[in-house]
């Protein structure tokens, strides 16, 4: 009967070592997600840190929806993004901020090759305000990585239309 007894306590030691070693994996698991997406961590997110919003609405104005929208096309576009600065200004100053207030937007962004693109100034109402500088951040992407596939290497691009 002893024997048994000694048989059910090493099982058990066993079964709680396990247990401990499962635990600790899981921990430096947990721990480890820093390195999943390029750096990118589910705590850290390097594309919040290079959106950045001046003017007179600033990161609290927009919807979570919204900075999503704008962050997944910066992740996108993450080895050639360096930083993304969206300036934004009322078209009349006394009115209050509503889905159908016009709005003029100016985007600036940095490239990771040391480029710079700067876009003039344009009109939107706050209700497709994203929609409108998703679609310039697009327009002017594309056409820098026209330009830079060339054999002349452009460092600044300002885009009039």
């Known amino acids: 009967m002893r024997s048994r007894q000694s048989r059910d306590r090493s099982r058990e030691r066993t079964r709680n070592f396990i247990l401990v070693?499962?635990?600790?994996?899981?921990?430096?698991?947990?721990?480890?997600?820093?390195?999943?997406?390029?750096?990118?961590?589910?705590?850290?997110?390097?594309?919040?840190?290079?959106?950045?919003?001046?003017?007179?609405l600033e990161r609290k104005a927009f919807t979570a929806k919204e900075v999503d929208r704008l962050l997944a096309f910066i992740k996108r576009h993450d080895g050639v993004i360096e930083s993304v600065v969206v300036q934004t200004s009322l078209q009349d100053q006394y009115r209050a901020v509503n889905p159908s207030t016009e709005l003029m937007f100016e985007i600036r962004i940095g490239m990771t090759d040391g480029g710079t693109i700067s876009a003039p100034t344009r009109r939107a109402v706050r209700d497709a305000l994203v929609t409108a500088i998703l679609e310039k951040l697009d327009k002017d992407i594309r056409a820098y990585e026209k330009i830079n596939r060339k054999d002349d290497k452009v460092k600044s691009l300002i885009n009039t239309m």
């Open 21 to 56: 070693l499962l635990a600790v994996g899981m921990v430096v698991f947990f721990f480890n997600l820093d390195m999943v997406t390029e750096g990118e961590s589910l705590f850290s997110r390097n594309s919040e840190r290079k959106l950045s919003f001046s003017g007179d």
